[in-house]
C-alpha cells in the first residue's frame, strides 16, 4: 500500500510532464535545457519530462495596436492621430518572433511615431483629412519593411482619428458655419427676389385687366350714348337737345346713388357765390330743355301714331 501510495503521484507527475495541449491559433516553443527544440501548433503533444518544457506561447490571431502620435503640419497647426495598426505573428517564423522581440508592440509603436512624424508636416490641415489614407499606406510599408523580418505581418493600418487643437476646431467650425449662412443668405436672396418679381408681374397683369375692364366699360357707354342718340334722331331730336338731355338724365342718375349712401358726402365746385348762380342757372336752364325734349317726344310719339293708324 505505501507503495502505491509513492507510485501513484509519481505517474501522475510523468504523465502531466508528457502531455501536453496547444490550444486553436496557437504556437508553443518548446525547449531542452534552455535550447530552443521545436514549435507545436495546435492539438495534443507529448514531450519528455523534466528534459522538455513549454517556454511560451504566441498567439497566431490578428492582433491590434492602437498608437496616438501627436505632431505638427506644414501650416504650424499641431494634430493629433490614432493609428491602428493590425498585425499577426507568420505562422513559419515563430522561432523569429519569439527570440529576436521581447516587446513587439514596443517596436511597431516606434516606427509608427517615426512615419507619422515624417509624413504630415509635409501636408497642410485640410490635406491630412483629405489624404490620410496615404499616410496608412506610408506607415503599413514601413512596418512591413521592418517587421517581417522579426516574423511579424502587417495586415493593415489605419488612421482612425484626426484631432487638432481645439482652437484650430473652434475656427473650422466656424468657418463652416459662416460658408452655410453664406449660401443660406443667397438662397434666401434669390426667394426674396423671385417673390418680388412674381409680385410684380402680378400687379402688372391686374393693372392690365384693369385698364382692359375699364376700356371695355368706356366703349359700351359710348355705344350706348351712340344708340341712345340715334334713337333720339330717330324722333327729330337734334344730337345738342340729345347730348343735353343725357347730361340731365346722367345728372339725375348720380344724384340718385349719392343719395342712395348713408355715409356719403357731396361737395359742389366752385364754392364762389357767382359761380354757383352760373351753376344753378345752367341746371335750370338743362331742366328746363328737358321737359322740353320730353314734351317733343310725346308730341313726336303721338304723331308716329296717328300715321300708323292713318296707314292702317
Do not use: W
Not at 10 to 33: H, N, S
Amino acid at each position: 500500500m505505501f507503495i502505491y501510495v509513492i507510485l501513484f503521484p509519481l505517474v501522475a507527475l510523468l504523465l502531466m510532464g508528457t502531455f501536453f495541449v496547444v490550444k486553436q491559433q496557437t504556437a508553443a516553443i518548446i525547449e531542452r535545457f534552455g535550447r530552443f527544440t521545436s514549435v507545436r501548433q495546435s492539438g495534443l503533444h507529448l514531450k519528455i519530462p523534466f528534459i522538455d518544457r513549454v517556454s511560451g506561447r504566441l498567439s497566431l490571431k490578428i492582433q491590434q495596436l492602437d498608437v496616438v502620435v501627436e505632431t505638427k503640419t506644414k501650416d504650424d497647426v499641431f494634430v493629433k492621430l490614432k493609428v491602428s495598426v493590425q498585425f499577426q505573428v507568420i505562422k513559419t517564423k515563430v522561432y523569429d518572433a519569439f527570440y529576436k522581440l521581447d516587446y513587439p508592440h514596443d517596436q511597431i509603436t516606434s516606427y509608427v511615431f517615426d512615419v507619422v512624424r515624417a509624413e504630415v508636416p509635409k501636408m497642410k490641415l485640410d490635406s491630412v483629412f483629405e489624404r490620410k489614407d496615404d499616410v496608412a499606406v506610408a506607415v503599413k510599408a514601413e512596418l512591413n519593411d521592418a517587421m517581417t523580418e522579426y516574423g511579424y505581418d502587417i495586415v493593415k493600418t489605419l488612421v482612425t482619428d484626426i484631432d487638432p487643437d481645439a482652437q484650430v476646431k473652434e475656427a473650422m467650425n466656424r468657418i463652416n458655419a459662416a460658408e452655410r449662412e453664406k449660401v443660406a443668405a443667397q438662397f434666401e436672396g434669390d426667394a426674396a427676389r423671385i417673390l418680388i418679381v412674381e409680385k410684380a408681374k402680378a400687379e402688372a397683369e391686374s393693372k392690365r385687366l384693369q385698364g382692359q375692364g375699364i376700356a371695355d366699360q368706356r366703349r359700351e357707354i359710348a355705344r350706348g350714348l351712340e344708340d341712345s342718340v340715334k334713337v333720339l334722331n330717330n324722333v327729330d331730336i337734334n344730337s345738342q337737345e340729345a347730348s343735353a338731355l343725357i347730361v340731365v338724365t346722367q345728372h339725375y342718375d348720380t344724384l340718385q346713388s349719392v343719395g342712395a349712401e348713408s355715409n356719403s358726402n357731396l361737395i359742389l365746385l366752385p364754392n364762389s357765390p357767382q359761380a354757383g348762380s352760373e351753376m344753378l342757372n345752367n341746371m335750370v336752364a338743362s331742366f328746363t330743355a328737358s321737359n322740353q325734349i320730353g314734351e317733343e317726344m310725346k308730341k313726336a310719339t303721338e304723331r308716329e301714331k296717328q300715321k300708323q293708324a292713318k296707314k292702317g
